[in-house]
T-cell receptor, first 116, second 117 residues
Framework: AQTVTQSQPEMSVQEAETVTLSCTYDTSESDYYLFWYKQPPSRQMILVIRQEAYKQQNATENRFSVNFQKAAKSFSLKISDSQLGDAAMYFCAYRSYTGANSKLTFGKGITLSVRP | DTGVSQNPRHKITKRGQNVTFRCDPISEHNRLYWYRQTLGQGPEFLTYFQNEAQLEKSRLLSDRFSAERPKGSFSTLEIQRTEQGDSAMYLC???????????????FGQGTRLTVV
């Protein structure tokens, strides 16, 4: 079974600064997807960024980028130019590439606060 | 399209009562998932449907839990004889799967927060 670990329960960043959220995972599969989801207070979870394991290039989406280290099974999220609206819980998630069930396996999440 | 809709948003019930939650997925999505999220934890998979067929159930889904998706549209999750340990946020998500690798991402609803007193 796959596991996802987020060891930092909370982080804080100054507005306009850069912050990195850490995630490690464990799997015996060679092909899979990794995701970062954002869950604002009392709002639904939304996808921030996705990485296919077979791609060596790190994914980027505007101010969000990842550092994917497949051998180390590490998948960190970097948020540049942090904004007040970035304050939320962030979840790292894993999904198998093959198989009928595309369920997500989540980490415990990290609460990010942004200081004005 | 208004996205994934869940009702009710909040439910308070007495221990031992039955509760039912509803999820309306994005209309063209053929896959529907239920997750449970307790305080300070990430969502945990409960079950999923491909159209109207329930294809997998987690061991977290005890016999008191039942889910249906009649006609492959909306889904309901029922909890019988609720216990305090059932208190959690119940999340629904939907996605479109056209082939094993041809999948869209999962879109989540806002969840139903259940409190068992």
């Amino acid at each position: 079974a796959q596991t996802v670990t987020q060891s930092q329960p909370e982080m804080s960043v100054q507005e306009a600064e850069t912050v990195t959220l850490s995630c490690t995972y464990d799997t015996s599969e060679s092909d899979y997807y990794l995701f970062w989801y954002k869950q604002p207070p009392s709002r639904q979870m939304i996808l921030v960024i996705r990485q296919e394991a077979y791609k060596q290039q790190n994914a980027t989406e505007n101010r969000f980028s990842v550092n994917f280290q497949k051998a180390a099974k590490s998948f960190s999220l970097k948020i540049s130019d942090s904004q007040l609206g970035d304050a939320a819980m962030y979840f790292c998630a894993y999904r198998s590439y093959t198989g009928a069930n595309s369920k997500l396996t989540f980490g415990k999440g990290i609460t990010l606060s942004v200081r004005p | 399209d208004t996205g994934v809709s869940q009702n009710p948003r909040h439910k308070i019930t007495k221990r031992g009562q039955n509760v039912t939650f509803r999820c309306d997925p994005i209309s063209e999505h053929n896959r529907l998932y239920w997750y449970r999220q307790t305080l300070g934890q990430g969502p945990e998979f409960l079950t999923y449907f491909q159209n109207e067929a329930q294809l997998e159930k987690s061991r977290l889904l005890s016999d008191r839990f039942s889910a249906e998706r009649p006609k492959g549209s909306f889904s309901t999750l029922e909890i019988q004889r609720t216990e305090q340990g059932d208190s959690a946020m119940y999340l629904c998500a939907s996605s479109l799967a056209t082939s094993p690798q041809g999948r869209t991402e999962a879109f989540f609803g806002q969840g139903t927060r259940l409190t068992v007193v």
